[in-house]
Nanobody, 120 residues
């Protein structure tokens, strides 16, 4: 069993930046970041295959968000730049995709989430 812990959320003004962290209690093969705003569905944002560091992004965040990893710390990051009010949501980290596409499939592990609020 792997525990994922997100951190780094907070309140920021539009145009600002935040870096989210996803620390894992054990080894994982891949991780992804998702978000869910009130009354909206879950949205896949970015995915990283940890063996080779390959990354994939949703079109909605491509060019603004960057996923990266620090293997020594067993931590994956999501750098978010040029934040917009529509980025306001709870952000979740997931690990070890076992079925389906990265943005809509099933993951073995989920974190509890960290809130991001962007004001205009």
């Amino acid at each position: 069993q792997v525990r994922l812990t997100e951190s780094g959320g907070g309140s920021v003004q539009a145009g600002g930046s935040l870096r989210l962290s996803c620390a894992a209690s054990g080894n994982t093969k891949n991780r992804a970041w998702f978000r869910q705003a009130p009354e909206k569905g879950r949205e896949g944002l970015a995915f990283i295959g940890q063996l080779r560091g390959t990354t994939t992004y949703a079109d909605s965040v491509k060019g603004r968000f960057t996923i990266s990893q620090d293997n020594a710390k067993n931590t994956v990051y999501l750098q978010m730049n040029d934040l917009k009010p529509e980025d306001t949501a709870m952000y979740y980290c997931a690990a070890d995709l076992f079925t389906g596409a990265w943005s809509s499939g099933e993951y073995m592990y989920w974190g509890q989430g960290t809130q991001v609020t962007v004001s205009s």
